[in-house]
């Protein structure tokens, strides 16, 4: 989620109206019920690979521990970040989350781009991985595979850098 974004988000406890009163806090405006404790906790936001990086350990956890309760939160909270990622302009069957390859040190997207010919119609479609692994220096590697026809690699990582680095609620 964008800094402007977030000023219009709304809370994810009671939907009410929340704005940003520093970098990676934000509180809710207008007047609350009393009873409602989550209000005085500041929530916080991420980077879109570290929560869902954070949420595939949190699964984990659960499934090791039988807390189905929380395990099936997590996993409802993990489609709606990953709902975030790239959809649409030639990446038309949308991000999946290969979560059989992913685990704590690195993250895998499956998705396939439609690719158009000199003429504008659509001709082709690529398969391509998004493999994400965190990065003390650079924030995190991202590796895009598959055919770089016309040179789509490079459109792939900036659309899918920018996704990944995307602020989301934590």
């Known amino acids: 989620m964008r800094i402007e974004q977030i000023k ?3 809370c994810r406890y009671c939907n009410k109206p929340i704005e940003i009163i520093d970098t990676g806090r934000y509180v809710h405006t207008g007047d609350h019920d009393a009873d409602a404790d989550h209000h005085a ?4 936001f991420e980077p879109r690979f570290r929560r869902i990086a954070t949420l595939l350990r949190a699964i984990d956890n659960c499934e090791e521990s039988g807390n189905w309760k929380w395990h099936d939160r997590h996993i409802d909270v993990l489609e709606k970040v990953v709902e975030g990622m790239p959809n649409g302009s030639g990446i038309d069957c949308g991000t999946k989350l290969d979560e059989s390859n992913a685990d704590f040190g690195k993250l895998v997207f499956l998705f396939s781009f439609h690719h158009m010919n000199e003429n504008g119609m659509y001709d082709r479609w690529t398969e391509h991985k998004a493999i994400v692994k965190p990065d003390l220096q650079f924030y995190f590697t991202l590796i895009i595979t598959g055919r770089n026809k016309n040179g789509i690699k490079n459109y792939l990582r900036d659309i899918y850098s920018e ?3 995307e602020l989301v609620l934590s």
């Open 8 to 10: 219009s988000t709304l």
């Open 41 to 44: 906790v500041l929530q916080t």
């Open 163 to 165: 996704a990944l680095a």
